[in-house]
């Protein structure tokens, strides 16, 4: 008996618990209501109801999130009416209706069900969709999936009817719930396709759907299937249903505050939440960006020109970078023209432009009954009124009237779109164009090859035994290519990319290479300043002269660099093959790299901690850009500070592609017996082991957020007891909790200080030793705006050892590897 009453407390224990778990069910009962710090549970335990508050607020609101880690939230009952403190209530009211309730019992929230029963209950089913049901017959009678905020689950339904209307609209900011500005939906009044609308005007739109997928998302392959399922009726009514095939991941859309709607992975294995899509990923995505009549290529510049035959409304404002007035007809076409001044054999035509994403369908005819292409095509030529066509699998033959808007260039899996024009703008003779420039250009590589051969052979014969600094005859053969290309005025449109500038231009523009124009020395050679007798500022990287070092990396960059147009990444105007001399021309940055700022002590009070929060996010968003977004998979390899130039409001701009790597379209990574970059900034997988992927940018990325969260450079001694490294330093400082002494004293401010704890708690993800254990860029992204509330502990980085431990280590790694292992030269550009 003693002992029973010794385990009483225990078994009282065991009670409550007990009591507490029994407690946590799916269903809301008339008498039941869910308190502050009170939660329910689907019974797959996947979603989760309960009380919470964003980011930087301490409102509260009722919502459903995602019962992982993430804590992602999907749902908001009162989201335009917050508890200002922890006493609200939600509960089922008398009348049978879901209402949130204040400390002072008003009603803050309410399902507002007209026809509620009082014998109701409310359920939280595992599709993440909150019931209301009538219990005497179990029919439904409101649901959470109807009034959806601003997430779109598996299961889900969006459309519109003559009656009711169902869009996503998003929050106000990741702080504030409230309706923003942004909605995502359907109008039943055009060809079934998504739009966002901004304050409802068109802001983006996914392209018509063809039963399989929407054709204005390239990406949206036959992997997709079924992801997406079209419902009509008779009524005018259209509704998409979004399903999901497996089972090891909830994959969910949610519209940002920002008007971006975002692709959500969560795993349940981990808890991990990544971002797989954007639906803004360039300028181009967004609706009109060139109005009518204009063409955008993100991978062009500018991004919008006129199509063939057409001409700029406003010459001033499209040189200015306004194109939104579009543009309009060069030549009037024929049912237009005044057939008595001998035009009647001049008949109008049709230009074809291939993948491409159609105009907007705001004055589509309609679909016609035509089976083939040409036979779409000749009941346009037949019609006046009929300006484009298109016919495509799934859809048939589409016609448009009036202007063409929003028309987008993709590289791959666009629509083959059919422009009139008159009959003047048809080219006729681009055929023998073509076979002439052919011509031309295989007559000039041979007489480049024949130059290259002649050379060698006299080099030989002079003695020159210095093999390995000789160009290999693939590398001439590359080089003369680039030359031919950039030389070929019969093909303006590749000319118009990457012009070729003379070695006189570049001469004239920096004084001779004059001594005081020279901004510093980068790993393959100086940089100078420069001014085009237009006034344009240039920088000029110059390889050093009559060398071969660097041709690959010249090479390599010339050829990546060229293609890839982000606002975070440095512009490529032009380049220089002449003279044996190897030349970059840049976009002119007037505040040099970002090392110039964060290092000086002069100078590092510009950098607040907002301009802070901004460079590291614009860097991340480049990244994202070079890692999914662009046509090329790029893993960049030599990621640093003195790699960030800065133009003059300070924007970040990742530069040098001397080192970047193209991955195939599956490649995850990928391995090298030579190992490049900057000692400090290199994962350990790659220094040690030639190993590199996304997740070495990752590293790299990390040791620069530290850099400017610090002010500090991470090679440098931070501890004078055990001369650590600086993420050697932040390891010791966070596991002693005294990270804030890292803080750089220019920012450190108490009202910041969690957000800036936040940034080097992602930073030490970041670094962490383990590759597969640091997070992807657009999670790192998500981590540091608090998309993601709740983030794991980071686990050992790389790199903690004393300093000096570390160079020795380093040292006998390259005394003994077989990796050629070469270090770019730290210096600003």
């Known amino acids: 008996m003693r002992g029973f009453i010794n385990l009483f407390p225990l078994i009282f224990l065991l009670a409550v618990f007990c009591l507490e778990d029994c407690l946590a069910t799916d269903i809301i009962r008339i008498n039941d209501q869910i308190k502050d710090q009170e939660t329910i549970l689907s019974s797959s335990q996947i979603f989760k109801l309960g009380f919470f508050s964003p980011v930087n607020t301490s409102n509260r609101y009722v919502g459903i999130f995602i019962n992982i880690p993430a804590q992602n939230v999907i749902w908001v009952a009162n989201r335009d009416n917050p508890i200002k403190d922890s006493d609200g209530i939600f509960k089922i009211s008398e009348d049978g209706n879901l209402v949130v309730l204040n400390g002072q019992k008003d009603i803050l929230w309410s399902s507002n069900v007209s026809n509620s029963v009082r014998n109701s209950s409310a359920q939280l089913l595992d599709t993440?969709?909150?019931?209301?049901?009538?219990?005497?017959?179990?029919?439904?009678?409101?649901?959470?999936?109807?009034?959806?905020?601003?997430?779109?689950?598996?299961?889900?339904?969006?459309?519109?009817?003559?009656?009711?209307?169902?869009?996503?609209?998003?929050?106000?900011?990741?702080?504030?719930?409230?309706?923003?500005?942004?909605?995502?939906?359907?109008?039943?009044?055009?060809?079934?396709?998504?739009?966002?609308?901004?304050?409802?005007?068109?802001?983006?739109?996914?392209?018509?759907?063809?039963?399989?997928?929407?054709?204005?998302?390239?990406?949206?392959?036959?992997?997709?299937?079924?992801?997406?399922?079209?419902?009509?009726?008779?009524?005018?009514?259209?509704?998409?249903?979004?399903?999901?095939?497996?089972?090891?991941?909830?994959?969910?859309?949610?519209?940002?505050?920002?008007?971006?709607?975002?692709?959500?992975?969560?795993?349940?294995?981990?808890?991990?939440?990544?971002?797989?899509?954007?639906?803004?990923?360039?300028?181009?995505?967004?609706?009109?960006?060139?109005?009518?009549?204009?063409?955008?290529?993100?991978?062009?510049?500018?991004?919008?020109?006129?199509?063939?035959?057409?001409?700029?409304?406003?010459?001033?404002?499209?040189?200015?970078?306004?194109?939104?007035?579009?543009?309009?007809?060069?030549?009037?076409?024929?049912?237009?023209?005044?057939?008595?001044?001998?035009?009647?054999?001049?008949?109008?035509?049709?230009?074809?432009?291939?993948?491409i994403k159609v105009p907007d369908f705001s004055h589509l005819v309609e679909f016609l009954a035509a089976n083939t292409?040409?036979?779409?095509?000749?009941?346009?030529?037949?019609?006046?009124?009929?300006?484009?066509?298109?016919?495509?699998?799934?859809?048939?033959?589409?016609?448009?009237?009036?202007?063409?808007?929003?028309?987008?260039q993709f590289t791959f899996n666009g629509a083959d779109l059919y422009v009139r024009v008159a009959y003047s703008e048809l080219d006729f003779k681009r055929n023998m164009k073509a076979v002439t420039a052919s011509t031309v250009i295989v007559g000039f590589l041979f007489l480049v090859l024949c130059a290259y051969f002649l050379r060698k052979w006299f080099t030989r014969h002079r003695g020159n035994k210095q093999k390995d600094q000789e160009l290999s005859l693939f590398e001439a053969w590359e080089v003369a290519k680039m030359e031919t290309t950039l030389r070929d005025n019969l093909d303006q449109s590749k000319l118009d990319d990457l012009p070729l500038y003379?070695?006189?231009?570049?001469?004239?523009?920096?004084?001779?290479?004059?001594?005081?124009?020279?901004?510093?020395?980068?790993?393959?050679?100086?940089?100078?300043?420069?001014?085009?007798?237009?006034?344009?500022?240039?920088?000029?990287?110059?390889?050093?002269?009559?060398?071969?070092?660097?041709?690959?990396?010249?090479?390599?960059?010339?050829?990546?660099?060229?293609?890839?147009?982000?606002?975070?990444?440095?512009?490529?105007?032009?380049?220089?093959?002449?003279?044996?001399?190897?030349?970059?021309?840049?976009?002119?940055?007037?505040?040099?790299?970002?090392?110039?700022?964060?290092?000086?002590?002069?100078?590092?009070?510009?950098?607040?901690?907002?301009?802070?929060?901004?460079?590291?996010?614009?860097?991340?968003?480049?990244?994202?850009?070079?890692?999914?977004?662009?046509?090329?998979?790029?893993?960049?390899?030599?990621?640093?500070?003195?790699?960030?130039?800065l133009d003059e409001e300070l924007n970040p701009k990742i530069s040098d592609f001397g080192l970047a790597r193209i991955f195939g379209g599956n490649q995850d990574q990928a391995n090298t017996t030579r190992v490049v970059g900057t000692y400090g900034y290199m994962a350990p997988e790659y220094a040690m082991g030639g190993k590199f992927s996304e997740k070495s940018d990752v590293y790299s990325f990390g040791v620069l957020l530290l850099e400017i969260l610090s002010g500090k450079k991470n090679t440098s001694?931070?501890?004078?007891?055990?001369?650590?490294?600086?993420?050697?330093?932040?390891?010791?400082?966070?596991?002693?909790?005294?990270?804030?002494?890292?803080?750089?004293?220019?920012?450190?401010?108490?009202?910041?200080?969690?957000?800036?704890?936040?940034?080097?708690?992602?930073?030490?993800?970041?670094?962490?030793?383990?590759?597969?254990?640091?997070?992807?860029?657009s999670t790192v992204l998500s981590m540091l705006n608090s998309e993601i509330a709740e983030l794991p502990r980071p686990k050992l980085p790389a790199y903690t050892a004393r300093l000096g431990n570390t160079e020795s280590e380093y040292s006998q790694l390259r005394g003994f590897s077989i990796n050629d292992v070469s270090l770019t030269i730290v210096q600003g550009r």
């Open 128 to 355: 993440g969709n909150l019931v209301l049901k009538d219990n005497s017959n179990g029919r439904v009678i409101w649901e959470s999936f109807q009034i959806p905020t601003d997430s779109l689950l598996w299961n889900m339904t969006l459309g519109a009817s003559r009656t009711e209307k169902i869009h996503l609209t998003s929050w106000r900011s990741p702080s504030d719930p409230s309706i923003g500005n942004f909605s995502f939906g359907v109008d039943p009044l055009r060809i079934p396709e998504f739009f966002i609308w901004n304050r409802g005007v068109p802001y983006w739109r996914s392209g018509p759907w063809n039963g399989n997928v929407f054709i204005g998302l390239p990406a949206m392959n036959s992997g997709y299937k079924d992801r997406f399922e079209l419902r009509t009726d008779g009524n005018g009514s259209i509704y998409f249903t979004h399903s999901i095939l497996n089972d090891s991941v909830l994959l969910y859309f949610v519209l940002n505050s920002s008007g971006v709607l975002v692709e959500r992975v969560s795993y349940y294995s981990d808890g991990n939440s990544n971002i797989t899509w954007l639906s803004i990923q360039s300028g181009c995505d967004v609706y009109g960006k060139c109005g009518p009549f204009g063409r955008c290529n993100p991978l062009n510049s500018p991004i919008c020109t006129c199509l063939k035959g057409f001409e700029p409304r406003d010459t001033q404002e499209w040189g200015r970078g306004n194109w939104t007035g579009g543009c309009s007809r060069k030549a009037f076409l024929q049912c237009d023209r005044n057939n008595s001044a001998g035009q009647e054999n001049k008949l109008d035509g049709f230009l074809k432009l291939e993948n």
């Open 373 to 408: 292409v040409e036979e779409c095509g000749n009941l346009c030529l037949n019609n006046c009124s009929c300006t484009a066509y298109t016919y495509y699998t799934g859809i048939g033959c589409m016609q448009w009237t009036g202007s063409l808007i929003d028309i987008q």
């Open 502 to 645: 003379s070695y006189e231009t570049l001469a004239n523009a920096t004084e001779n290479f004059h001594s005081k124009n020279k901004l510093g020395t980068g790993g393959f050679g100086p940089v100078f300043k420069g001014k085009l007798l237009n006034g344009q500022k240039i920088a000029v990287k110059r390889l050093s002269n009559c060398s071969h070092q660097g041709i690959k990396e010249f090479m390599n960059e010339v050829m990546l660099i060229s293609k890839l147009q982000h606002r975070n990444l440095v512009r490529l105007l032009g380049c220089c093959v002449e003279r044996d001399e190897k030349m970059l021309i840049y976009e002119y940055m007037s505040n040099k790299s970002l090392d110039a700022y964060l290092f000086d002590s002069r100078k590092r009070d510009i950098l607040d901690w907002n301009r802070r929060k901004f460079i590291i996010e614009g860097i991340g968003r480049g990244l994202i850009y070079l890692h999914r977004d662009s046509r090329l998979k790029i893993i960049h390899r030599d990621l640093k500070v003195s790699n960030i130039l």
């Open 717 to 777: 001694s931070h501890d004078n007891e055990n001369d650590l490294s600086l993420i050697g330093y932040v390891w010791k400082l966070w596991n002693q909790n005294e990270a804030v002494k890292l803080v750089d004293p220019a920012l450190f401010d108490p009202q910041i200080e969690m957000e800036v704890l936040r940034y080097l708690h992602v930073g030490l993800l970041c670094v962490q030793e383990s590759a597969k254990l640091r997070p992807i860029v």
